[in-house]
């Protein structure tokens, strides 16, 4: 089974456009798409194929329940846009309003959603505190105590195999070039601007280049002399299927997470077992991230593995002449961690016992791209006519919409639709 939904890129290579982007994920699909439709001239580079990093292997979670109240903007606009994206693009991607329930294990976390819900009482959600006695009654035969948790109706889901490669091809009705299997080695510079973007098929004109490139980020503005703060955790996630009739919403605990499939199946995962694959970035970065390590360890495990040594070898700087990483690593598809599959399955079956007899028919990984505040950069960089819209944490899928939408505003220099501060590059 693929994880995402393979499309074909453009075979001719623009001499110039208005913007070249680079990366096709979630993120800069939507800015694609977001400029197309205002009638400015893009091109999205991509390395490999469309939504096949990130974008393809998250849970499909889309929420505004929990969110820093600083993205809750973003959350609330992607909100609006979700359920008209199908005929924006006329393609399926899966979007239903089903409902998010967290689950809350003990006092500390329960604590933790009274917190949230006063913070962002201002924002009008729909989100509801709920009791044990509610918790259980939603989900029946629970052979777990849980201590109440937080429900939001109009939170819900997508279909992350689907989503971004319909939104790319959106963006190409609308006249933008897609251009997959095409790197992008560096940036041209004319009088300390932007001038044209190098890809592995030449060079491209272009007055603005947007920086979309997930978990690569870091890698690619180093070279350039922008030092971006992002780490990566790698998360597992499984496919299940099986028969019972469970729930449709979404529901998360401390150890265990599911969603529903478009394709009938469920997206599990085990909550708290991100892996922290300690590199030269750790090392680098350590001072940085130390608070947001502190706050959330429980969720992290720190382990030596491949990346522990080629973060030490992997080249930080190359001319743009040459064949770079870009090009070797087209697709990051890391294999899923351990038993972290079975584990997921053993969890959620204590938590949601409508899912006994389930089998796993699949799992894979995912590196998410982290900042030190968990908060998106969507901002211009300090080389005149370059942008940045990365880090988004783990939770880019759900707000990609209205990220690329900010980014295309900041780009074309059009009234942000809300304050871009909280997400403004920062090198300090
Ligand atoms: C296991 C897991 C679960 C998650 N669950 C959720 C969830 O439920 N809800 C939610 O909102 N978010 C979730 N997320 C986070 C979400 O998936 C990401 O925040 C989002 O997909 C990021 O999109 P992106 O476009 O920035 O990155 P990506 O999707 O990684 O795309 C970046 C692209 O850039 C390309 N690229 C890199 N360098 C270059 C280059 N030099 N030239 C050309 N192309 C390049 C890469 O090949 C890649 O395709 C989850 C993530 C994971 C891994």
Redesign the pocket.
Known sequence: MSLYRKIDGDTDLPDEVDVVI?????????TALELAERGHRVAL???????????????????RQGRDPAEIPLAIEAKRLWPELRQRVGAETGYVESGILYAAANAREMANHEAWFAKTRAFGLESKLLSAVELANMLPGTGRHFRGGLYTAQDG?SE?SLA?AAIAEGARAKGAVLLTN????GIDTQAGKVSGVV?ERGLIKCGAAL???????R??TGNLGIHFKQLL?????ARIEHNQRVPQF?VGGTDF?C?RRLDGGYSI?VRNANIVELGLDNLLLARDFLPAFRAGWRELQLRLGPNTLNSFITARHWPSTEP?I?ER????STAPYGDLPQKALQNLVKAVPGFVGARITDA??????TTPNAL?VISALPLPGLFM????????????LA?GRLAAELMTGKAPFTDPAPFRFNAG
């Not at 580079?45 to 974008?55: F, H, M, N, T, V």
């Not at 690593?329 to 990051?332: D, H, M, Q």
């Not at 819209?389 to 990609?400: D, E, L, N, P, V």
């Open positions: 680079i990366g096709g994920g979630i993120i800069g699909a939507s580079c991509e390395k490999g194929e469309i939504g096949a990093e990130q974008s393809c292997r998250n849970w499909g979670w889309v929420r889901r992350p971004t095409c790197a992008v080695r890809s920086v979309a490139a997930g978990a690569w980020t890698l690619f955790v790698r998360a597992t996630v979404a997470a969603r995962a770079t870009f690593i087209r697709i990051n894979w990984s995912g590196m998410i791209d998106p819209a990365s880090g988004f944490s783990g939770h880019g899928f759900g707000i990609g990220a």
